[in-house]
């Protein structure tokens, strides 16, 4: 295992207990049931996806574990707000079930949560396994020979590890119960489509291909919608 692997592990390992913490740290008790299911759902994608990297794609594994060479400024703050913005969901999602802030939701809308959420780790794992310059932030891979990608849900839309995030986005705070989580919610999915038109931007002017691409494949998130 390379150093740069075990970097990545590492990362995300803090970023696990780091959710963990937002959870029950604002619930503040042991017994509430969406935040287990939460995280049991998200260390069941995090073990499929290492199997299924780890085993074929490690490369990709080293490039996500680091902020290369060209990465936009701009990309830097928008990834700021991502991740504030989904500790903010998880903590006031905790806050809403400790103190009742707006009632429960009814448990149905809860498991429909999770659904959509489980329904969006597939889709996130299917576009790194098929674009093996799936970084974490937006920048052109000339050192890795970055060329444009155009398989697996590629075919359908441009951004479709966004499109996961969306739905997966969308359904966090239904999934957790609280209607007060909507509200960073609403933050990060507005600060997704930036980051979408911005990368999208990027893309068409600064890699060679990926206009001609963009011509084929008309959708970036939606197909048929956006």
């Known amino acids: 295992m390379t150093p740069a692997i075990r970097n990545r592990l590492a990362q995300i ?7 963990a913490a937002a959870l029950f740290i604002s619930v503040w008790r042991w017994d509430w049931w969406n935040a287990w299911f939460y995280l049991g759902l998200y260390l069941m994608m995090l073990a499929c996806n290492a199997y299924i990297l780890l085993g074929r794609h490690k490369e990709l594994v080293e490039e996500r574990s ?14 700021l707000i ?9 903590a006031i999602a905790g806050l809403d ?15 429909i949560g999770f659904v959509l959420l489980g329904l969006s780790y597939p889709l996130f794992t299917w576009a790194m396994v098929s674009n093996k310059f799936f970084s974490t932030i937006v920048r052109i891979q000339k050192d890795r020979g970055h060329t444009v990608q155009t398989g697996g849900p590629y075919r359908y839309v441009r951004h479709p590890g966004y499109a996961s995030l ?17 509200l960073p919610m609403a933050l ?9 038109t911005l990368e999208d ?26």
Request: proline share 3%.
């Open 13 to 19: 390992g803090f970023l696990v207990l780091l959710q």
């Open 188 to 196: 990060l999915v507005a600060n997704l489509f930036l980051r979408t």
């Open 166 to 182: 969306l739905f997966s986005y969308l359904a966090m705070p239904f999934a957790l119960g609280s209607l007060w989580a909507c």
């Open 82 to 90: 991502t991740g504030l913005g989904g500790f903010a969901i998880l």
């Open 201 to 226: 931007r990027t893309l068409q002017s600064e890699l060679d291909g990926y206009r001609e691409y963009a011509g084929r494949v008309r959708s970036r998130l939606l197909p048929g919608i956006w």
């Open 97 to 111: 079930e400790r103190f009742s802030w707006a009632g429960a939701l009814p448990l149905g809308i809860q498991i």
């Open 66 to 79: 680091q902020i290369g060479e060209g990465a936009k400024r701009w990309d830097k703050v928008i990834g």
